[in-house]
């Protein structure tokens, strides 16, 4: 069984973008990993501009440390 389209009117679809998380978050800081030992920090607002223009084979990945 596939249930579909049920997510439509929860009002998350239009307030969770990328775009509207960097604005409300922007400033929060993040783990980043990526095969690393080291401890990495980035900004939201920093990793959404990376989402959006990298094409790396292994990208960052957020994390949180609470």
Do not use: C
Request: no cysteine; charged share 30%; aromatic share 14%.
């Amino acid at each position: 069984v596939l249930l579909t389209g049920l997510s439509q009117n929860w009002p998350a679809i239009n307030k969770w973008t990328v775009e509207q998380l960097a604005e409300d978050y922007g400033d929060a800081a993040f783990r980043i990993s990526q095969r690393s030992a080291k401890k990495i920090r980035m900004k939201f607002k920093d990793y959404a501009s990376y989402m959006k223009a990298q094409h790396d084979e292994d990208p960052l990945y957020v994390f949180d440390d609470k």
